[in-house]
């Protein structure tokens, strides 16, 4: 239902030939307000089918981003050995010696149910390696809390050039 046409609504257009990197917070702030202002205290709409007012309050239940666009939006890094966002320090990514990057090829049978049979797979990924592990833990909301407790002092932009 939500990919229909008809539910799909488009909030925001950055214009320009760059990214906005960590200035999209600055080009997101009068949509967060809006929502900030839709789900506390909603506002008044006309239902032209019944003829009458209504308060309507909504919420942002999800985006749809590539990988680069979800490290904008989220503030997550996309890059290097921390990129997984479930994994987070848990990631069993490798660097290629010679390719001079981080690999995440193999990292994720971990999320598959014991059973099944690519767990056990020895030809089709990393040649000779059967996966045994489990999927990281879910943090807890105290958990996550205590990890991002320090974000109400983060300023929004980039900081200003020196």
Partial sequence: MCMKQEYVFLSL?????????????????????????L???GIQIYDSFRHQYFLMRAALMWTISD????????????HGKLTCPYCMENSKAFWLEHGRKTSFFDCHRQFLPPDHPFRRNKNDFIKGRTENGTMPERLSGDEMRSR???????????????
């Fill in 13 to 37: 257009i950055i214009q320009g030939p760059q990214s906005p990197g960590k200035n999209i917070d600055v080009m997101l702030r009068p949509l967060i307000d809006d929502l900030k202002q």
């Fill in 39 to 41: 789900w506390y205290s």
């Fill in 67 to 78: 990988l680069p666009g979800y490290g904008m939006l989220s503030g997550w890094s996309t």
């Fill in 148 to 162: 991002i407790h320090w974000l109400l002092d983060v300023l929004f932009g980039k900081p200003p050039q020196k």
